[in-house]
């Protein structure tokens, strides 16, 4: 089948996501900078999510424009990797709401942890459909980042009960590691440069 409707939905869901956060925030009463510290917590951990949120859809927009169609599986692959980042809203606001606890912390990188899993099972299926000489399967490769990801995740989590602080510090890590342009995908569907 297409993949018209799993991208559009995909977006929509992303976008809603994205409000959810972002109305989390509470004005503040007051008309001076001092009635926004209080929010720099919520603030921090709110660009964090954004990030990381902004991150998946970018992503998954670069996946999707690789393959060809979509079956059953992928359908529900891709429902899964939108239910771990429906919870993202909520763990950013309790963790932000909390000033970085490490209870919150860790729920957050389960959080993150369960995202890369379900993003790595949605990569799997359509690897799967496509097959081992797809662009994709080309275009992915060994997908060191992902693994990298997932385990600086497995890390933080039980690091919270040392310091959240070094769990933070890896969250920030993956993200930066993420933010630095992935063309593999690019590279691939482009073909070869003209000699």
Same mark, same amino acid.
């Given at each position: 089948?297409?993949? !018209? ?5 995909? &977006?929509?869901?992303?976008?809603? =996501?994205?409000?959810?956060?972002? /109305? ?7 008309? &001076? ?25 970018? #992503? ?18 891709? @429902? *899964? +990797?939108?239910?771990? @980042?429906? /919870? ?9 709401? #909390? ?6 912390v ?14 790595? =099972?949605?990569?799997?299926?359509l /690897? ?5 000489e ?5 275009? +992915?490769?060994? &997908?060191?980042? !992902? ?9 933080? =989590?039980p690091?919270?009960?040392? *310091? ?5 510090? +890896? ?10 342009? &992935? ?11 003209? !000699?």
């Amino acid at each position: 089948m297409g993949k !018209g409707r799993l991208e559009a939905f995909s &977006d929509g869901v992303i976008a809603i =996501i994205i409000t959810i956060m972002v /109305l989390e925030m509470k004005v503040p009463h007051g008309t &001076d900078f001092a009635t926004l510290a209080p929010l720099v917590p919520v603030f921090l951990s709110y660009v964090l999510s954004f990030v990381f949120v902004g991150i998946y859809w970018n #992503n998954h927009h670069h996946l999707l424009h690789a393959v060809q169609k979509v079956s059953g599986g992928a359908l529900w692959a891709n @429902l *899964h +990797l939108l239910f771990w @980042l429906s /919870l993202i809203p909520f763990v950013t606001g309790w963790m932000g709401e #909390n000033h970085f606890a490490a209870t919150p912390v860790a729920l957050y990188g389960v959080v993150l942890l369960m995202c890369g899993v379900a993003y790595f =099972i949605l990569v799997r299926v359509l /690897l799967s459909h496509h097959g081992r000489e797809s662009a994709l399967a080309r275009a +992915l490769g060994k &997908d060191t980042k !992902g693994i990298v990801s997932l385990a600086c995740y497995l890390a933080a =989590i039980p690091l919270c009960l040392v *310091h959240a602080w070094i769990a933070i510090a +890896l969250y920030v890590a993956v993200a930066i590691m993420w933010l630095v342009p &992935d063309r593999r995908i690019e590279r691939v569907l482009a073909g070869p440069l003209p !000699g």
